[in-house]
């Protein structure tokens, strides 16, 4: 058991990689200044090309070709997004035509100017945005017409890596310190620890790699749509640079996107469903409309700060952390995440439920644990992951634990032992539930909190003193009170002894042995981020495990008040979905508790299976359009249940194995069943019409439902058990009525296909049923990307498929290896 | 039958006047009484709202129908021909006075909803009559400089809830005067200068808070039954601290109320808080005076939003502020930064070495110094993280001391570092940078620029306080830290030490609305521990000693008088029944569980605490449903006792 590799990886990082293994570095930089008061004088700033701003390093690539060029040694300053130079208009840049911000800011004789507009305009005029997605489509093609030759994609994918290896080592060696900034610079330097990534990349096992594999993917998706976003933000430079051909814009890779109408609605839908996470404005493109008519100047100003608003949000998103987490589960297994920056806690343990199909009860809770300070604290679900495991030391020992803990929800369950401790305990064990749903009201759902009334005496440990001090304390909503020597109880005399807004409290263990407590029932309070033995660590020992919980409860519930019981809420309809698919799939669903060679072995498919699964939340959304296909017992309710929200619903929505099926059906058969049941007959062969019961939309007229065969056996892989009882995957695609060429029908298309000119108008998807928790919490991926209803109709376009297939081909092949 | 003379004085003929004689009969209903009375005054007005009063008997004759036979009056009764409304001085929790008509023939919860209505006060029942604490007169012409303010002049209406116009009732909007009251009524009062606190009547022991209790009103009976006379005072007061379905949208009025009764029970030590608590209450107590000053209209202009047009249109200026401020986002993304030269000590170990100048610059939510300006190109002598750091003041404007204490977590503990300003505004700027990074915002957080506001503002707060008297620039909108806190504090701290502790307090609530302020405020009085506690001193069957009854919304506790600790616990969910022997003045409550206690009432009548534990009853009962309509009868079921049998 090691414990968990941790890198801050910035996800302008991942997605540089993703983006770098894709082929897509064709992208340009701007040079956008010259820094003349800058002690070098050579010193170039790079700026981001804002709107892709996550392709930094790409950026890094295309200003060394510049340096090179220019005959000087040049130093990078990587800019990062979010700060500019000192009162240098960025407008330019913003609005999409880094062309302007050149001609603007370098000297008309530069040699820069000339090399930067020779090098990278043509190409860029002439390729146009269109070419990365052409480039990236004939890879996939050629992954797709490779399949069987597993050496080539063996090679394929080793080549990727060393480039990924190449990648990383320039960027080690290109970055300047902060150092070297002169005082008048404003930016910040970007500190991504590639190093780091890549050292802890090469510690994961396969299988985490696998799993970090579909997560990248996920990752790529977003940048993709980004990319079709800026493109089309670029198709429309304001105004064009006097000396360079407009872009063509017959290149762009949806020529003809304005004036379909009918795509517009694809794009609010989808947008609807992927902004929960952005903040606040959508990252989608204008709409059509407004690029129809792009004379009139107020629209144009609008669509320029709708630009620059886009530009800015990706800024924003640019910055988010992201951390690979290693998990470990009960059986001494572990799972490895990527968790972003955003993501609650409980969004991981939704994640968490998805992979393990644990029975999802409220208990479930993510710990973590730190060995030299002995040290256990349940992260309370409405926290973020990623900011306390910041807080770790690089050399730490700290684990972050998957249990079932008890004590979490314990107030709660049987608020009488809290809010009336003092009572005896006999009367309390009987208590009438009703009556337990009075005190809750009472003291949580009332205008303010009420902490339950703690009084006792305990020992006291602090100021890096050895030793224990007996201490009357108190427990009030403020903070934690004890009563000074020869005072009285009333609240006057009361010294405060810690108030929360600070401190955290945790659990610790065997303080008998190291600090020599009176007793082993210890907690202690501490800022988050003292990691090690400090004389500002605040232990108190109890003289009981009861009281010892009975404290630290009630701090919990002084501390975070209402939230805690907005997440036991939030818990306990997760515990009832969890349940219904638990009970109507208990024969598949493998349990956690597997030994864990069992697990080892298992675990290649495992990660197959499980980490492309398509997000419940999409899928949900998706009932509401299609009538489903009879699932083997379609339980009625179960519906209802549906899917949890998706903590990461970026993922591209066709499960690899489907992909792979459609080229060798015979595969997932041979794969899966190893961890799910096998899909019902009836599933696998059949296109299965809407037998079942039409759910939402009757205008879904039922004819039109023609899955392709692919599709039902992808079905059939679908990881999570419960999906095995439900109907198929995202029913946009079953939207798709021309069988497409082999594979494209579960592919998650690139963005761009969203307002393909040929795709059959369909009808705009309605609004996810209500029953359904529709994923309303912002979700850690970067961006959620909805399924996206394929509407292309050219086969060549349908060879482009997302990454995702690309990705699982490549996945395929490892797990063929080994 | 025969008629004999029946005697009635008419009030409107003045004091002094012979009561008018009239020949009746037994069988003459009160109506023909009236009839004959008026033709004999020959005065003619409007009658309506007259009505005899039998002082003998102490009741109104409200049945017109029934004969006076029925009602037992003989020739000897003395009868009293007045009019049921009668002006009423009433004290505000806010402290302050109004005189309005208030009737005086209904019962008492009938009066507080006539009165609640006409304030535009919801849940009336959550209120009631206290008589006032006599006021020591020392100085008898006090009581004439009293502002009073006037609603005499308002028609009584009979409607469940009045109409609104701007967000408060029509009567309200009739004359600047009357606007003036509303404001008087939803607007939070200044704080009052420490002197008024002093002087007031402090409980200095749970007897003394019992003794209170033992003056509220009779809710079943009407005023004039319990020696209430026109122009009399007495204070309107939530009684039950059971605020329920509390929407600052609908409840500008109450909730303003509410606010001063809480800020009054904090600084009479009515109910009992921590010093730390004392300190936020104080804070909050700044920042919502602060803020109502400023924004006088934004608890009733939230209650204007009411129809949607007006939603949509501040949404409309919000949109267009939004895409207006495109340039603004661009310059936001300059992140600001403060660079100057600061003083920094680390009072780490034994150290000599004093305060070291250096080049310091703040950026984003850390701060990094340089040996001197120039040198700030290179890299930082060190780089320090606020984030989650703890930030304190240690400033004396007089001796031109402006220190920021750093408490700044580690792995390895917090370090200590202590920043030296040269004078206010740098002090100002840095100190706000601080509490913003340590909240892990930076410098382009919007709160930025008031943070430094409310710093300086505190900071002359401190300048005025440790001047001479403070009293000739008092009123330049610096406060008195010891308007804020209880007595208690005002000898325990000078306010210059008082000033920080505020200010400190001061970081957490500094960037909340008004309402949000005022509702923090009453969050915190609610989650004290005692809070909604009403004392009655009790003697329990087969004690010897008085013992305290502490009756809370959902409890009854019983206290040790001597130590001050709770014995006892029951909840009213487990009470089966509660029986009230009025001849012997007795409480009986039986418990689940064949727990059976009995006492007898020492400083209030049984029927007030038989009233309270009704009361709460009946607030318990209250449901969101049917929110609208208070079921009166039940309410006087379960406090009227015998009379309401």
Redesign the interface.
């Known amino acids: 058991m090691t414990s968990l590799g941790l890198l801050t990886v910035s996800s302008a990082a991942v997605c540089t990689r993703s983006l770098y293994i894709l082929g897509c570095h064709w992208w340009w930089a701007e040079i956008v200044s010259q820094e003349r008061r800058s ?1 070098h004088p050579c010193i170039l700033q790079v700026k981001l090309q804002a709107l892709l701003s996550a392709c930094h390093c790409c950026c890094q690539c295309a200003a060394r070709e510049v340096a090179a060029q220019a005959d000087t040694p040049l130093r990078l300053l990587l800019e990062s997004p ?3 130079g ?2 240098r ?3 330019a840049p ?1 609005s999409g035509d880094g062309a302007a911000a050149v001609w603007r800011f370098c000297p008309p004789d530069s040699a820069l100017r000339r090399t930067v507009l020779d090098r990278w305009f043509p190409r860029r005029s002439s390729a146009s945005p269109g070419r990365p997605l052409r480039q990236f489509a004939s890879i996939s093609k050629r992954a797709a017409a490779t399949t069987t030759q597993m050496d080539d994609i063996d090679a394929m994918f080793s080549d990727l890596l060393g480039e990924m290896d190449l990648l990383t080592q320039s960027l080690g060696q290109e970055t300047v ?3 070297s ?3 008048t610079n ?1 930016e ?1 330097n970007y500190s991504m620890s590639y190093t780091d990534l890549n050292d802890s990349l090469y510690e994961l096992e396969d299988t985490d790699l696998d799993a970090l594999m579909a997560d990248l993917v996920a990752d790529l998706n977003a940048t993709e749509l980004k990319l079709a976003a800026d493109m089309q933000g670029l198709k429309q430079p304001s105004p064009p640079p006097p000396d360079l051909p407009p872009p063509p814009q017959g290149l762009s890779p949806r020529p003809t996107s304005s004036p379909v109408s009918p795509a517009s609605p694809a794009i609010s839908t989808s947008s609807n469903v992927s902004t929960p996470t952005s903040s606040t404005t959508s990252p989608l493109p204008p709409p059509p409309p407004q690029t129809a008519k792009p004379t009139r100047e107020e629209i144009e100003a ?1 669509m320029k ?1 709708d630009k ?2 886009l530009a ?1 949000e990706k ?1 924003k998103e640019a910055k988010v952390k992201k951390l690979v987490v290693k998990v470990l589960m009960n059986d001494g297994s572990a799972k490895t995440l990527m968790v972003d920056e955003r993501q609650s806690v409980r969004e991981v343990l939704d994640n968490l439920f998805e992979k393990t199909h644990c029975d999802c009860n409220v208990d479930w809770s993510l710990c973590e644990t730190n060995p030299e300070l002995q040290l256990e604290r349940t992260f309370e679900d409405h926290e973020n992951l990623v900011e306390p495991l910041l ?1 770790w ?1 690089r050399d730490s020992e700290n684990k972050v634990l998957f249990q079932e803990r008890g004590e979490k929800y314990e107030v709660f369950k049987n608020p009488q032992n809290f809010y ?1 401790w ?2 005896d305990k006999k ?1 309390l064990k009987d208590m009438k539930d009703q ?1 337990k749903e ?1 005190l809750i009201q ?1 003291n949580f759902c ?6 339950p ?1 703690l009084e006792g005496v305990m020992h006291l440990k602090d100021d890096g003193k050895k030793s224990w001090k007996p201490k009357l304390f108190q427990l ?4 934690m ?1 004890y009563v000074p020597k020869g005072k ?5 005399d ?1 010294v ?1 002894f810690v ?1 929360f ?2 401190v955290n409290v945790y659990y610790g263990k065997d303080f008998k042995g190291k600090y020599k407590a009176p007793t082993d029932c210890c907690f202690f309070l501490k ?6 033995e ?4 605040k232990y108190l020992c109890c003289d009981d495990e009861n009281s010892m919980n009975l404290w630290v409860t009630g701090i919990r519930i002084a501390k975070y008040g209402k939230s805690l019981y907005e997440n036991y809420k939030t818990a306990e309809r997760k515990a009832a979905v969890g349940s219904a698919w638990t009970n109507c799939s208990t024969p598949s669903s493998s349990n956690p508790s597997t030994p864990s060679p069992t697990i080892r072995a298992k675990s290649p498919s495992q990660a197959n299976g499980h980490v492309p699964t398509p997000p419940p939340g999409p899928v949900t959304k998706d009932f509401g359009n299609v009538p489903p296909p009879p699932p083997p017992p379609p339980p009625p309710p179960m519906a209802n249940f549906l899917p949890p929200p998706p903590p990461e619903p970026v993922r591209p929505s066709p499960p690899p194995l489907a992909r792979k099926s459609s080229s060798k059906p015979a595969l997932p058969q041979r794969h899966l069943p190893t961890n799910f049941p096998p899909p019902p007959p009836a599933m696998g062969g059949l296109p299965p019409p809407p037998l079942g019961p039409p759910m939402d939309d009757a205008s879904e007229a039922p004819p039109d439902f023609l899955p392709p065969p692919p599709r039902s056996t992808g079905f059939g892989s679908l990881p999570p058990p419960p999906m095995n009882s439900l109907p198929p995957p995202p029913p946009p695609m079953s939207m798709d009525l021309p069988p497409p060429p082999p594979d494209p029908g579960c592919l998650p298309p690139p963005p761009p296909m969203f307002t393909a000119a040929g795709a059959p108008p369909p009808p705009p998807p309605p609004p996810p049923p209500a029953a359904p928790r529709a994923p309303v919490r912002p979700s850690g991926s970067v961006r959620k990307v909805p399924p996206a209803p394929p509407k292309r109709t050219t086969p060549s376009q349908g060879g482009a498929g997302g990454g995702g297939d690309f990705m699982s081909e490549l996945m395929l092949a490892m797990n063929k290896k080994r | 039958m025969s008629a004999w003379d029946l005697l009635v004085t008419v009030e409107d003929l003045g004091s002094d006047a012979p009561p008018v004689t009239l020949s009746v009969a037994s069988d003459l209903h009160v109506g023909g009484v009236i009839l004959k009375l008026v033709e004999k005054t020959q005065i003619k007005r409007d009658w309506s709202d007259h009505a005899l009063w039998w002082e003998q008997k102490q009741r109104w004759l409200l049945r017109t129908a029934w004969t006076l036979e029925k009602y037992g009056i003989h020739a000897d009764a003395r009868l009293v021909f007045m009019p049921q409304h009668k002006p009423l001085r009433l004290g505000l929790p806010n402290g302050n006075t109004l005189r309005l008509r208030a009737c005086f023939s209904s019962s008492v919860f009938q009066t507080v909803m006539g009165v609640c209505r006409m304030l535009n006060i919801r849940h009336p029942e959550e209120h009631s009559f206290l008589r006032p604490v006599e006021e020591k007169k020392k100085k008898k012409d006090k009581d004439s400089a009293e502002e009073i303010y006037d609603l005499t002049e308002v028609p009584l209406s009979s409607a469940s809830r009045p109409c609104l116009y701007n967000g408060m009732p029509a009567h309200f909007a009739d004359s600047p005067q009357m606007e003036a009251i509303y404001k008087m009524l939803s607007v939070t009062q200044p704080p009052p200068a420490p002197e008024v606190i002093t002087k007031q009547f402090r409980p200095a022991s749970v007897v003394d808070k019992a003794h209170i209790n033992g003056r509220w009103l009779d809710s079943s009976r009407c005023l004039m039954q319990q020696g209430i006379q026109e122009n009399d005072r007495v204070w309107l007061r939530f009684k039950y601290f059971a ?1 329920y379905d ?1 929407d600052p949208k609908y409840d500008v009025v109450r909730l303003t109320q509410l606010y001063e009764q809480a800020r009054w029970a904090i600084l009479l ?1 009515d109910i ?6 004392m300190m ?1 209450f104080g804070a909050l107590q700044y920042h919502i005076s602060k803020v109502s000053e400023s924004e006088p209209q934004a608890l009733s202009s939230s209650a204007a939003m009411d129809d949607l047009e007006s939603a949509l249109q501040s949404l409309e200026v919000k949109m267009e502020g939004e ?1 207006s401020s ?1 340039s603004e ?2 310059e936001n ?3 600001p ?1 403060l660079n100057d030269y600061l003083k920094i000590f680390r009072p780490k170990r034994l150290t000599l070495k004093g305060y070291k100048q250096y080049w310091f610059k703040f ?2 939510t850390s701060i990094s110094y340089f040996k001197s ?1 120039e040198e ?4 930082p002598i060190q780089q320090i993280n606020l984030k ?1 750091c ?1 930030v304190a003041p240690d400033v004396n404007v007089t001796a031109q001391k402006f220190l920021i204490r750093l408490l700044i ?6 370090n200590e570092v202590y920043l030296r300003c040269e004078n206010e505004q740098q002090y100002a700027q840095w100190m706000a940078g601080c509490r913003l990074a340590s909240k892990g915002k930076s410098l382009a957080d919007s709160s930025f620029q008031s943070e430094i506001q409310s710093i300086r503002s505190f900071l002359a707060m401190q300048k005025t306080s440790s001047g001479s008297h403070g009293n000739a620039n008092a009123n330049d909108e610096s406060i008195n830290p010891h308007s804020l806190v209880s007595p ?1 504090y005002h000898k325990k701290y000078k306010a210059k030490q008082l000033t920080p502790r505020i200010l400190d307090a001061y970081q ?1 609530v500094a960037q909340l609305s008004l309402t949000d302020a005022v ?1 923090r405020f ?3 009085w ?5 809070f909604g506690l009403s004392y009655v001193v009790v003697r329990f069957k087969g004690s010897r000693k008085d013992e305290v009854l502490g009756i809370a919304p ?1 409890r009854l506790i019983r206290i040790d008088l001597a130590v ?2 709770v014995v006892k ?1 029951w909840r009213y ?1 487990n009470m089966k029944q509660w029986n009230v022997n009025w001849d012997i003045r007795q409480v009986a409550i039986e418990f689940e ?1 064949n727990i059976n206690i009995a006492f007898a009432c020492v400083t209030a009548d049984c029927k007030i605490v038989h009233e309270f534990i009704g009361g709460y009853i009946f607030m318990s009962t209250r449901s969101r449903s049917k929110s609208d309509t208070l079921n009166e009868e039940l309410f006087h079921k379960l406090t009227g006792g015998h009379e309401a049998l």
């Open positions: 002690p979010g700060t500019h000192v009162g208009p960025l407008y913003l310190p902060p150092a900034l002169s005082s404003k910040t609008q700060a620059i608003k800015l800024l807080a030391t009336l003092k009572k009367s009556d009075l009472e009332g205008t303010s909190i009420i902490v009334d009030r909503a403020s903070g009170y009285t109880k009333s609240s006057r009361l405060c108030q807004d600070n800022h988050p981020q003292i990691q090690k400090s004389q500002y660590i | 605020s509390i030590e009992d808080c921590t010093e730390e608590e936020l895409s495109v986002m661009l993304m300059t992140a930064e950026q984003d300006k700030s190109i290179g890299e989650g703890e977590p580690a792995p390895e503990g917090m208690r957490n509702m009453l969050q915190i609610q989650a004290l521990p005692d959902n001050g600790d616990t969910n569980g």
